[in-house]
Each structure stands twice: as structure tokens, then as C-alpha cells.
T-cell receptor, first 114, second 113 residues
Framework: EAQVTQNPRYLITVTGKKLTVTCSQN?????MSWYRQDPGLGLRQIYY???????DKGDVPEGYKVSRKEKRNFPLILESPSPNQTSLYFC?????????????FGPGTRLTVL | SQKIEQNSEALNIQEGKTATLTCNYT??????LQWYRQDPGRGPVFLLL?????KEKRKERLKVTFDTTLKQSLFHITASQPADSATYLC????????????FGQGTELSVKP
């Protein structure tokens, strides 16, 4: 089954404790992205990657890091999480073509930073 | 500044009526617009794409229009059903920025039986 998986689905942590949210896709997509979703602000792109070893900042990259060492994986790293990073995070993948960059979203990771 | 705006108010309609959702943008040159559906606690799901040189696209009960002069896309659901209740998101892909997608904040649609 074609899918995007994220782990963990739920995470409660404390300020300053480094964490990684993993994202994996099995559709051989070139593009992958991370978004955060906050009430009233909608989905905002954090980082995106157009292929292995190619990443670029989205609209809200501060406080986040990403890497793309393999095509299928795109982890999101929070080196020193802060309470304003409490949010719902989505990973997505896509492949340019007839449907443009149609994003296939993962199930989401709900992060709480205390 | 660059903005994408959707109806901020929730839309409540009666079953069987047509729902019309609006997406307006400023200071972008879009290559295309997409519409997604999102259910509570779930990731968005792609519905339709319309390119900047297209006026209208249809898929079953769904229709999207794109007016680059007005800088507006309209999303219609005809013969709406309670199962259509969800939040609908528009997303804009700027020209020459492959991989970048900017989402509106979404419009919550509620279809009453």
C-alpha cells in the first residue's frame, strides 16, 4: 500500500531535549516536505527536499533541521525544542507530473513541548 | 505582502445544496492551485488541481474554477452530503519554485441533513 508514515504519532517532551520525528514514504517520490499546522494559521511549510541531499527552507524553518540521505526518508530534527514548537506536524511526499506536486500526507505527529 | 486567504467563517449548508468555497491570493504568480480535504486529526487528501491556463476542472460532484484576473479560485461541491463535512484547503504552487506549496488556512464546511 502506498503510504507516508511518521513516528511517533504523539510526543510530549520538555524544553531543550533534542528530538527527531521520522518520515518515510514507499512511493519513490522525489519531493518531500514537512509542515506544521496551528489553529488559525493553517499548514505552513517548514522545509522541503527535491531529492537526496537537496533541501530548502520553507516559510517557518527556524528551530528545525532536516536531512535527506536516502530517497525514502526525511527526518525532522528539533535540536532544542521550545513551547512555541508545540504543534501538529505533517510529512508529505510528491512527484512532479500530471497532477503537479500532489502531496501525499502522513497521519501527523502531535508534539507538545512543556 | 504575499497572502492566500480562504473564507475564515465556517460554512453551514443544507444537504442537497451546492457549497461554494473561495480562495483568494495576492502577490503570487501561481503555476497551479490545488484543493485538499482534511478531516479532524488526519492529514489532508488531494482532491483537484487547476493550472493557471485553465478556467475550470471537474471531478464527479466537485468543480474548481480559476480566475487569474481576480486572483481567485472557487471550489464547488454540488448535491452536498453530510459526508462532505470537513475542512477544505487550497494550496498554491508559485512559478519556478519546485517543491514549494503555500496553503490557505482552510474553510470548515458543515452539511446538515
Amino acid at each position: 500500500e502506498a503510504q507516508v508514515t511518521q513516528n511517533p504519532r504523539y510526543l510530549i517532551t520538555v524544553t531543550g531535549k533534542k528530538l527527531t520525528v521520522t518520515c518515510s514514504q514507499n512511493m519513490n517520490h522525489e519531493y518531500m516536505s514537512w509542515y506544521r499546522q496551528d489553529p488559525g494559521l493553517g499548514l505552513r511549510q517548514i522545509y522541503y527536499s527535491m531529492n537526496v541531499e537537496v533541501t530548502d527552507k520553507g516559510d517557518v524553518p527556524e528551530g528545525y533541521k532536516v536531512s535527506r540521505k536516502e530517497k525514502r526518508n526525511f527526518p525532522l530534527i528539533l535540536e532544542s525544542p521550545s513551547p512555541n514548537q508545540t504543534s501538529l506536524y505533517f510529512c508529505a511526499s510528491s512527484s512532479p507530473g500530471q497532477k503537479g506536486d500532489t502531496q501525499y500526507f502522513g497521519p501527523g505527529t502531535r508534539l507538545t513541548v512543556l | 505582502s504575499q497572502k492566500i486567504e480562504q473564507n475564515s467563517e465556517a460554512l453551514n449548508i443544507q444537504e442537497g445544496k451546492t457549497a461554494t468555497l473561495t480562495c483568494n491570493y495576492t502577490n503570487y504568480s501561481p503555476a497551479y492551485l490545488q484543493w485538499y480535504r482534511q478531516d479532524p486529526g488526519r492529514g489532508p487528501v488531494f482532491l483537484l488541481l487547476i493550472r493557471e491556463n485553465e478556467k475550470e476542472k471537474r471531478k464527479e460532484r466537485l468543480k474548481v474554477t480559476f480566475d487569474t484576473t481576480l486572483k481567485q479560485s472557487l471550489f464547488h461541491i454540488t448535491a452536498s452530503q453530510p459526508a462532505d463535512s470537513a475542512t477544505y484547503l487550497c494550496a498554491l504552487a508559485p512559478y519556478n519554485q519546485g517543491g514549494k506549496l503555500i496553503f490557505g488556512q482552510g474553510t470548515e464546511l458543515s452539511v446538515k441533513p
